[in-house]
């Protein structure tokens, strides 16, 4: 789209009416506010539809608004969240629900997600209603409400979530490197709490964007991730504070950090053994929290200036990470307008100072690393004398390490051949001639897994290698003991066994190459030290190559998904666009015909309504196995959206595709549509058709041209071809 996102949605902020209280039913279960005659005693205006005036402790409220003009292709209404549970009324029916209601319109907390409401043909100005039972402090619709298509709706959830995914990631890679250090240095116990705080920060910041429903859409099971992180972020704070104090003897800290771990326990076991709603846990701990910050506070300022410099501005960064989710608490209560408050900039201010600390002191490292050198090569000056039993031994390292520094380089520039590469199979032949330049002068042979899952010898290099490794391997690989780290020189076997794993695997957990060498033959002088050191680095080079050849992979895997429908195995829109503006540069310079056909389902919600979605879902597969039974393979078959889909026939005239498409169109309406064993009848298609140069000279002009031959064959009765003129 050519637009953004933002431009692309078209805000409900008008129209608004509210009214207290819940609906009586009909007998056929139609509310009867539905079909009242409007009323100003009943119905009020309200800006926009959360907490009108005068709730005086009801739970149930309703809401209506004429939905706005609009042109969409697949028109949804989204709104940001709801308190608590709702149902959507549309032209008498029920549109959309979420969350159960029992017969006295009540109900219980099962999430806050995003909804996505999808709206009928013919929606513009008509009334929908929204029935909201809520026993929150607040109650209605919550944030943005506004009209988009799904595709817009997705790029805005993931626009808005990426600066919280990004963030997330990086405070749990911060928590993991946290906690090796707090495994490492066992008597620095603050490592083991920064790694909690960073930890509970990610998972907040995941759990609270709008993107972990397209993740895992399980609302409920990301509210209790979001509540369980929130609760312990004191805790983990609380624990901080008292290990930096622990000479102080901070009792009050440690008794706010055993008071909201508590909480945390409680409110979580109890919602969720449905004793207590999750929603009504939360106001509970914001007022708690509010007075366990301000203690912390007093006992920080208190003792600020008997801290570190490091630990002073860690403090600091909470503190403007703490500002931020009160600022947000605020909003969610209603103490603030709605707005989106830059949690996720906190989380990013105390990263950032983590990581600014951490290159600070390996700096110092560093700085005393290189004092301590200039001292050592100082001595061994002065005692070059009492060295010369170590000359050999040093000349000989020197030597290795020479030869070391060259096969890094060799491997540098393998990798980046390998990178370079198109996708894993291409990326073998450069890898096979690169095998014996890395790994002489040891003696070895690499194995390459065959279709039939056994592997067979790809690559030799030696003296001795021929007699020594056999032809091939068998699947289970028997008799091999792959060597892994770390080793001593003096376990080393006669034969070093590598796995070369390619991930995503294909077949499971399976090596996708063998690499066996000989054992290092070093000089006595270095044996010792020089065999592990080879052996190590070997191992690090297989996988360095696996790595690589992993994200080549991945890369082919990803590209495939990012071109392809899901569903009927037929190119997606994104590649039609692409290709169509390619064909279109090789059209005008060839001035050869470009012939484009537009088709979809005659009556297809029809059938999804009768027959249901899945049945729907089958017939939009079935479709796609006749297209590629009815087109030439430089014809190019696309799942444009929905029940809508293209040809492009390069090459062809009009005449041409019409012919095929009137060939499509009999083979569909011949084919029997079956699910589940049923026989569910007969679908036809509306099809147009458009040619460069024969029905649009002006080549922009083409895709309109087809598809308002599409509408006139749709006008004409259905089940037909219509051709273009000019």
Known sequence: MSHSVSSAMQPVDEGWQYRWGDSPFLADGTPLWLNEPDSADHWHDIAFPSNPPGRMGREHAWFRVTLPEGEWFAPALYIYSVDIILQVWFRGELLYQYGSFDEHGRGKFEGWPWHEIPLPDGYEGETMYFRVFSNYTDIGLWGEVAILDHPDLVLHIVSNSAESLVIAALSGLIALLALVFALIQRGQRSFASIALFAFLTGVMLLA????????????????????GSYYLIPVALALLLSQWLDARRPRLVRWLMWLHLVFAALALMLALL??????STFPVFDGVLLISLALMVAVVVGNFSSLYREQQVFLFTCGVFIVLLILDMAVAHGFLPWGRVPVSWGALAFSLALISISVWHYGRTQQALHQLTVQLEQKVAERTARAEALAEREVERSRLLALESKKSQKLADTIAALQDCAGVEEAFQPLLQALPQLYLPIAGCFYRRNPGGGYDRACLWGRSAANTFPPSLTQDLSGLTETVLPVRSQDVPAQLCFLLRVEPAQFGNVPEGVLLLERPNLPDVVKDYGTARVVAWVYQSVEKIGITLSGLALRSELQRFSYEDSLT??????????????????????ERPLSLLIFDIDHFKRFNDSHGHDAGDEVLRMVG???ENCFRGSDTVCRYGGEEFTVLMPGASREEARQRAENLRATIAESQVEYLGKQLGNLTISAGIACWLESSPEFDELFRAADRALYQAKAAGRNRVVTASV
């Open 208 to 227: 609270e964007s709008q993107a972990s429903l397209l993740i895992l859409y399980q609302p409920l099971l990301w509210d209790y991730l979001a509540a």
């Open 569 to 590: 195995g037929l190119k997606n829109r994104r590649y039609f666009d692409e290709l169509f503006r390619h064909e279109r540069e090789v059209a005008i310079r060839s």
């Open 625 to 627: 196995r006749v297209l």
């Open 274 to 279: 449905g004793l207590v709603n999750l929603s």
